[in-house]
């Protein structure tokens, strides 16, 4: 008796489940689970500031893939979520963080921190776990020697800085051939100066000396007075915003004039404008990404879309700097490979994200075999007239370089 | 050779600014026994004096140092006799301990007013200079070196020629005796802190035609004082120029010293000062304890 009347229920169940599944198999894909994505990113700390880029950067894409229903894997809808720690700009907590949220808060994946240091030691974590990170804030290459398997780095790296301006000497007439490089003696700039030196051969041009300074020097004026007595073509800086400005101050009391000037790290900010005014112009320094850039992605937003959202998000009236820009660049990477594997499986995302080749409002997305982004180039930026422009690769820039410096004194 | 004689010039010039930074600062510490760690701070009190005329009402830098003296000798009278002078024949530590947090405030008051942002003094007039053969003299510098040079003589005049003066070397002397005769303790010694802090504030002025200043790049400054007292000796104004400008060029000429980087320019200034402190304790012209 009880069997013959579960039969039709039993039917009238499995219509019901078929009914279901037609209806939402077809062309739109079903829903499926949340992917969870983890990332411990200074929120606190010496570091807040650029920590606080770098979570808006991930935020900006997290709203763009869920109002999309999430990352599609074999037809299946996943939604997104990110899961923040606070690492208080410490990178040992860092990396108990991303222990942390890889084991107890199941994260599948990891976003990458702020900074080289804690970079460093979140991919010993993500390697031996075996879960990918992609990272979008850490420029050392000694992140990439290590043999890691499961770090992959969507930026440009340190030995890139200033390279990109030997690229676009390179295509200037008459053509600089000679480098004098003042460089600060830590770890980072050492790289960005190293790099310098071995690649100006390649093009053409020599560095006469490099020389170093202690980071933070107050005094330059002894060092570019050597540097004038060399009667380089090019003044190089490898340093910070602080010893940007002193150099430019006493290159134009002591009246050393370079055909170029330029700076790895200060240029881009708005402080080297507005504390040298006028004196700021001309001078050129390389960065991971403008607002200005002309790339022609193949999915996600444009550049001018990208930064339109990004100032309706923020409620902000400045354009997104390279921080925000890199660390969306590296969702992009993580939601591609996703999908490209057609899995969700660590180790098969890990093979996609070995193979990617996309190109981004970032610019291409492609690492080496140390899973480096070193195919992207680094942008060029010149300051004119106290703003910034793009002048380097020429098919992304904006503006042309101004070429060669006029001396101090007809400025 | 002219780069060897560039080299010596740039020295005395970068002397000229250790020299105006170490006069209060020795000031201070010979008469008032008070190794003033805020000195710094109150350096870029002046710097931002000098910034904020030259950036809102375009003072030229030089004409806004007597503003800066006199906004610090106002607020260096202030912190004497309103806070320091509550500890003065305390054990050294705690003159230290509040010096160090007087210092904090500062900088975290001259952060709050105008930010972490780099700031510079760029007048029109930064690029022109001396030009003999290949050797550069920047006006700018020579006339921060005229300016501390200056200053040491009005110290010198200021000790040596008149009654304040010779308060102050009475106080410095012997503190018990001056009172005996009748000098107002608390009014000496806020007066010489006073002028140790227009002096200061001189200095920044100064520093921040040359430099970028941050509230927080005063601290060097602090350093390089106390190196420079120790090199020239404690207790005269001559001491202080000839420690001043001897540490500029030891510097520059570390910095310039062939097959050396001039990573190494700090060390040797440091390692020159440690010499000096074995063989000649009292400083090159410092007097006998």
Redesign the interface.
């Known amino acids: 008796m009880r069997g013959e009347k579960l039969g039709p229920c039993m039917v009238g169940l499995a219509l019901l489940l078929a009914a279901c599944g037609t209806s939402s198999t077809g062309n739109s894909p079903t829903s499926g689970s949340t992917l969870v994505f983890g990332a411990a990113v200074s929120l606190t700390g010496a570091q807040s500031k650029e920590g606080g880029l770098t979570k808006q950067g991930y935020d900006l894409w997290l709203d763009w893939i869920n109002q999309r229903g999430g990352i599609v894997v074999n037809n299946v809808k996943h939604p997104v979520q990110i899961k923040y720690e606070d690492d208080q700009s410490d990178p040992n907590v860092s990396a108990t963080l991303v222990q942390k949220l890889i084991t107890s808060e199941k994260a599948q994946f990891i976003l990458g921190p702020y900074g080289s240091a804690a970079t460093a030691t979140d991919a010993i974590i993500v390697e031996r776990d075996g879960i990918p990170m992609v990272e979008a804030n850490g420029a050392a290459q000694s992140i990439f020697n290590h043999g890691y398997k499961f770090t992959f780095g969507v930026l440009s790296p340190a030995n890139k800085y200033l390279t990109g301006v030997l690229d676009m000497a390179a295509t200037l007439s008459p053509k600089p051939t000679t480098i004098v490089m003042l460089s600060a ?1 830590d770890n980072f700039s050492l790289e960005v100066a190293k790099a310098v030196a071995d690649y100006a051969p390649s093009k053409g041009m020599q560095v006469l000396v490099t ?4 980071a ?4 330059v ?3 570019v ?2 540097a ?2 060399l009667n380089p073509d090019i003044v190089m800086n490898s340093g910070h ?2 010893e940007a ?2 150099i430019n ?2 290159a ?4 050393l004039n370079a055909k170029i000037f330029a700076y790895s790290v200060g240029p881009s900010t708005p ?2 404008i ?4 006028p ?1 700021a112009n001309f001078v050129f320094d390389g960065s991971q990404w403008t607002p200005q850039v002309k790339y022609k992605p193949t999915f996600y937003l444009s550049v001018s879309d990208y930064v339109k959202a990004y100032e309706a998000k923020y409620n902000s009236s400045q354009p997104p700097d390279y921080h925000v820009a890199e660390s969306t660049a590296a969702c992009l990477a993580f939601q591609k490979a996703i999908e490209n594997a057609g899995s969700l499986d660590p180790t098969k995302v890990r093979d996609a994200l070995a193979s990617l080749d996309v190109m981004t409002f970032f610019g291409q997305i492609k690492f080496d075999s140390r899973g480096i982004n070193t195919f992207k180039p680094m942008v060029v930026e010149q300051i004119q007239s106290g703003t910034h422009y793009t002048v380097f690769p020429t098919d992304i820039a904006n503006g042309r370089p101004q070429y060669p410096t006029p001396p ?2 007809s400025r | 050779m002219s780069q060897f004689t560039q080299q010596i010039i740039l020295g005395l010039l970068l002397g000229g600014i250790y020299v105006a930074v170490a006069l209060g600062f020795s000031l201070v510490w010979g008469i008032l026994n008070i190794v003033n760690l805020a000195h710094g701070a109150l350096v870029i009190v002046g710097a931002y004096i000098t910034w904020l005329l030259f950036d809102r009402l375009h003072v030229d830098p030089f004409l806004s140092l007597p503003v800066d003296a006199l906004a610090l000798f106002v607020l260096g009278y202030a912190l004497q006799r309103g806070v320091i002078n509550r500890v003065i024949r305390a054990p050294l530590l705690f003159t230290f301990l509040l010096t160090f947090g007087i210092n904090l405030v500062i900088v975290s008051l001259v952060l709050l007013i105008f930010t972490a942002d780099f700031r510079s003094v760029t007048p029109s007039y930064s690029g022109n200079g001396l030009h003999l053969g290949s050797v550069t003299i920047p006006y700018i510098r020579l006339g921060g070196l005229a300016v501390a040079l200056l200053l040491a003589g009005i110290l010198w005049a200021i000790l040596n020629r008149t009654r304040i003066g010779a308060a102050i070397l009475a106080v410095g002397a012997d503190r018990d005796a001056a009172q005996l005769v009748g000098i107002d303790l608390r009014h000496i010694y806020a007066l010489t802190f006073a002028i140790g802090a227009a002096f200061a504030g001189v200095a920044g002025g100064i520093i921040s035609t040359s430099q970028s200043i941050t509230p927080t790049a005063g601290d060097p400054y602090t350093l390089q004082s106390f190196a420079v007292v120790i090199l020239g000796g404690l207790g005269r104004v001559s001491a202080t120029v000839v420690g001043g400008l001897a540490f500029g060029l030891i510097e520059v000429l570390g910095q310039s010293a062939p097959g050396l980087g001039s990573g190494y320019a700090g060390a040797i200034a440091f390692v020159v000062l440690v010499i000096v402190l074995v063989v000649r304790p009292r400083g090159l012209l410092g007097r006998l304890a």
Do not use: E, H, T
């Open positions: 003696n020389k170093q300074y202690p933070a020097a107050l005094d004026s002894s060092l007075s050597q004038k007595a915003l602080a400005i002193n101050k006493a134009k009391q002591l009246g402080d080297f507005s504390a040298l005014g004196d101090w004194s």
